[in-house]
């Protein structure tokens, strides 16, 4: 469909000046001033951005690693994120991360860490539904 059917199926009439939508309020734009207490835009884009960039772990994750006996120091924990920032600059999409003994699957896209296991209860060396691995 070419623009010139659009513009006869549907009228387009230019803005006049001062006839705006801030005049008659059809975009949602009042002309007023916004609310003291309301926050600027750049601010909550830092804060959903922040959100996506913090790795989440999963209940499934959260049980596994109690159950194996897993503690992550704050160093190993900042590994695993420079690991699944790496692998999400290179495309990845599903990935394990091995740290020291320790190895994550990790959903890069979402940011969600699905299980942890560790050497002593790693009974098989095969993985599967990944698809790049990251040794940090």
């Known amino acids: ?20 939508a801030a005049k008659t309020g059809k975009s949602g734009v009042t002309g007023q001033p916004p609310p003291a207490n309301a926050k600027p835009f750049a601010e909550i884009l830092q804060e959903k951005i922040g959100n ?11 049980r596994r690693l109690e159950e194996r006996s897993v503690r992550m120091s704050e160093s190993e924990l900042m590994r695993l994120n420079q690991g ?14 091995l740290i020291d003994d320790t190895a994550y ?3 890069v896209k979402n940011r969600i860490v699905v299980t942890a296991l560790n050497n002593a209860v790693a009974t098989t060396n095969v993985f599967t539904n990944i698809d790049s691995v990251a040794i940090v």
């Not at 913090?54 to 994750?61: E, I, P, Q, T």
């Not at 699944?84 to 991360?97: A, F, H, I």
């Open 1 to 20: 469909m070419k623009v010139a059917d659009l513009q006869r199926n549907i009228p387009i009439y230019p803005l006049e000046p001062g006839k705006g």
């Open 84 to 97: 699944v920032q790496q692998l999400d600059e290179k495309g990845s999409k599903n990935s394990l991360v």
């Open 105 to 107: 699957i990790v959903s």
């Open 52 to 62: 996506q960039q913090s790795l989440r772990f999963s209940a499934h994750a959260i």
